[in-house]
């Protein structure tokens, strides 16, 4: 079988969709059936071209045994709505003209949304060839942003999900990454069969307990310090200056060292406020690749996962969190939802309410001095991962579906 995906975000770049569909395509391969990724050149989230790759109109490469299909795109950083959206959009249209035409025909397509025009580019990809759509659902969107208040046209508000709910209609089958977007959908009239929720989960061969790289602390001057780590997005979404008001309430335990890893377009906010409030157990660190992200995991005592404190939230699971538990890392987590229900069954975090930056800082003072309640967490968060959230057994559970819906595909082209 020759599957084809449509993503705006590809390896080398971190992130959940990058590390879901690279994850994903592998065990594919292994399971004898070839992939294609129809991309753009890697540059997230600082907008600049990552070394080893030239800018140009088209390239093919061959990454793991995947067949990358990249192609211009305009690219901007990671801030700025405006100006991501004509990033977007871009793909959408120089995926027709660069990439798809040299496409080996594939047997299924698969966009993941958001934002809307890597699912398009499927579709489009899909009906030339005669082949199943699957539209693959990472966000809400554009719901999320309307909860936090980027979008407050109405009318723009309906048309884009007037738009969302005909991609849904048109694909043979919807993918969700949480069980919430799946209900969301049946709730708006997508049918209840057609929906199937397959969550991120982590390679737990790739993400596992190493030893604590002493280079690096040194390098960061953390050797005698406990480290509690952020890695991701400094956006709007994650309420980053809540985590700056627990490294205060902190200031009295010089042994914490707080470590934020990444970019995004509050991150010079932060870098701001820090250094106005004094904050000295404070380092904010640029973003790295996949293997370095490891080796912070393996640096941290105690690892961080918060999200704002809106409805929309409840049906959000950072993908983060599974990476977390099969490296063994202890997580102080500020969510609710969905999120909060699968921590707190794993045995493996410590969540409080979104957004409380004192019960955040209480979690990291408890654990700072509790040793052997540390290494129950990760012990437990690492079985529960390796039992429920294995990505080569959900890899298998999306082959299903993908297996499912060609035959079906078949049967009606009879």
Not at 120 to 142: K, Q, Y
Not at 327 to 333: D, K, N
């Amino acid at each position: 079988m020759n599957i084809a995906v449509f993503s705006h975000y590809f390896s080398p770049e971190i992130g959940a969709p990058s590390s879901r569909i690279h994850d994903m395509a592998k065990q594919w391969l292994e399971l004898k059936h070839d992939v294609q990724v129809v991309t753009c050149f890697p540059n997230h989230p600082t907008g600049k071209v990552y070394p080893g790759y030239e800018r140009c109109r088209y390239m093919l490469e061959m990454l793991d045994g995947i067949k990358v299909h990249r192609h211009w795109t305009y690219i901007t950083p990671n801030k700025g709505f405006t100006k991501k959206a004509l990033g977007h959009l871009s793909y959408w249209a120089a995926s027709a003209w660069l990439s798809e035409a040299r496409l080996s025909k594939p047997d299924v397509t698969i966009g993941t949304s958001p934002t809307f025009f890597a699912a398009m580019s499927a579709h489009r990809t899909a009906r030339r060839h005669g082949v199943p759509f699957i539209m693959e659902v990472r966000d809400l969107w554009p719901s999320a942003f309307v909860e936090l208040g980027v979008l407050r046209n109405p009318y723009l508000i309906a048309l884009l999900e007037a738009w969302e709910l005909h991609l849904y209609r048109q694909a043979d089958r919807v993918v969700t990454v949480t069980s919430a977007f799946r209900e969301n959908l049946i709730e708006r009239g997508i049918p209840e069969g057609k929906v199937i929720n397959i969550p991120n989960g982590a390679d737990q061969e790739f993400w596992r307990p190493t030893s604590r790289p002493t280079a690096l602390a040194a390098k960061l001057g953390v050797e005698d310090k406990f480290v509690v780590l952020y890695v991701g997005a400094h956006g709007i979404s994650q309420a980053l200056g809540r985590i700056l008001e627990s490294a205060c309430l902190l200031l009295d335990q010089p042994r914490v060292q707080f470590l934020f890893v990444g970019e995004g377009a509050e991150k010079e906010v932060l870098v701001r406020r820090a250094a106005a409030e004094g904050l000295n157990n404070v380092q904010f660190l640029d973003s790295v690749n996949k293997d370095d992200v490891r080796k912070f995991y393996a640096l941290a005592d105690v690892c961080l996962v918060p999200l704002r404190d809106i409805p929309i939230f409840n049906k959000f699971i950072p993908s983060k969190m599974f990476e977390m538990m099969a490296m063994e890392c202890p997580i102080v987590a500020s969510v609710s939802g969905e999120a909060a229900a699968i921590l707190n069954q794993s045995g493996g975090a410590v969540v409080v309410p979104p957004e409380d930056s004192q019960a955040i800082a209480g979690a990291i003072r408890n654990l700072a001095d509790d040793h052997l309640r540390r290494a129950e967490l990760g012990r437990k968060g690492r079985a529960f991962l390796i039992e429920r959230y294995s990505r080569r057994a959900l890899a298998g559970k999306y082959l299903d579906v993908i297996e499912a819906v060609c035959d079906e595909k078949k049967v009606d082209s009879r």
